[in-house]
């Protein structure tokens, strides 16, 4: 093995840690805050208004400027005409309360390299990417149906709802929006659509789309804002969660699936020549064409396991029932297809506002 391989896998080891943690039911207690959530003092608030507030902005240089080593790829967000709210997974993991601070080094280590990095980069030359850390909540709550869980997404989303409208008011200057978001950055960012880009025609109107991916999404919580039904639709979202070709994952049943090869939402089977390209979780490479196909089935993305380094899958325990999940994946699986499709979408949105 060389020195490339091996620095690569020491920085997946936490990552690693972390399937073999969620391989077996009976390692979800280990990851449970011991007291409920009110025996905890709420991490400080966020202050927007200080850069280290957020985990990407496009006036410095961070992870949402990388692109893969050797790829051509390159990020525009000097000169790019939209912006991109992006809000990112679950990086905390340990039980040490059921919200973390977002002044945790370890924590912000793991969400620039594992989230912004390998996932908010792809809308790199789109747009001009914001992030903003928050008090995210535990990656126990969401297999909790306690109040101790309800809670500590609730003060997750508040910090994304203030980081927004903070947004709104000094960093986005009427420029067309695209939000974007996987695993509980998702979670807060279907509140975020509803509450804010559904509500107000004048902000749906700078809607370019939203990605949302890697969580559970329906119709029936929206009152205009619907699916998007082809690669060109604009002011709409989109939403996929991958999992290994030949199981049934029956708690997903129902729920919306875009396939990201065709960005449509019926069951057609969209082959691997279709996939533009593929970025490994190490985001050492480009494997272009891309590694994965794509075919909706009963809620879930349905995809062959690649057989390349890096695309990992393991299994989600608990009440989601997940098995051979490519949740990790879920952009880099089809990172070219979704940077094409957002620049693609923009163009539309420019065309339909002059």
């Not at 875009?258 to 082959?271: C, I, K």
């Amino acid at each position: 093995m060389g020195a490339p391989e091996r620095s690569g896998l020491r920085t997946l080891l936490p990552l690693i840690w972390l399937l073999v943690l969620l391989a077996t039911s009976s390692c979800i207690r280990l990851i449970k805050p011991l007291r409920s959530f009110e025996h905890y003092t709420a991490p400080p608030t966020p202050d927007y208004s200080r850069p280290e507030s957020w985990a990407t902005l496009p006036t410095r240089a961070d992870s949402a400027d990388a692109v893969p080593l050797h790829s051509g790829l390159r990020s525009r967000q000097a000169s790019a005409p939209a912006d991109v709210f992006f809000l990112h997974l679950t990086t905390r993991i340990r039980p040490r309360g059921w919200n973390t601070a977002i002044g945790n080094r370890h924590v912000n280590r793991y969400t620039d390299r594992y989230s912004i990095r390998t996932q908010a980069s792809v809308f790199n030359a789109a747009g001009r990417v914001y992030a903003p850390r928050y008090r995210q909540a535990t990656l126990y709550s969401f297999f909790d149906s306690t109040a101790n869980s309800r809670q500590a997404l609730a003060l997750a989303y508040s910090d994304v709802k203030a980081a927004f409208e903070y947004y709104l008011a000094h960093y986005n200057q009427g420029r067309p929006i695209i939000l974007a978001a996987h695993s509980q950055g998702t979670y807060h960012a279907r509140r975020l659509l509803r509450e804010f880009f559904d509500r107000d025609p004048a902000l749906r109107r700078r809607l370019v789309a939203a990605y949302l991916v890697g969580l559970n999404i329906d119709t029936l919580g929206y009152r205009v804002l619907r699916p998007c039904r082809d690669s060109l639709q604009t002011a709409c979202y989109v939403s996929w969660n991958t999992g290994s070709w030949g199981h049934d994952y029956p708690p997903y049943d129902g729920a919306l699936v875009t396939n990201p090869l065709t960005w449509r939402l019926d069951t057609a089977y969209a082959p691997v020549a279709l996939n533009r390209g593929s970025v490994p979780l190490s985001f050492k490479r480009l494997d272009r064409p891309g590694v994965a196909d794509a075919q909706v089935h009963q809620g879930i993305l349905w995809t062959h396991p690649s057989g390349r380094r890096g695309y990992f899958r393991f299994l989600l325990p608990g009440k989601w029932e997940l098995r051979h999940s490519y949740h990790l994946n879920d952009y880099g699986l089809y990172y070219l297809s979704v940077r094409r499709n957002a620049g693609t979408r923009l163009r539309m949105w420019q065309q339909q506002h002059p």
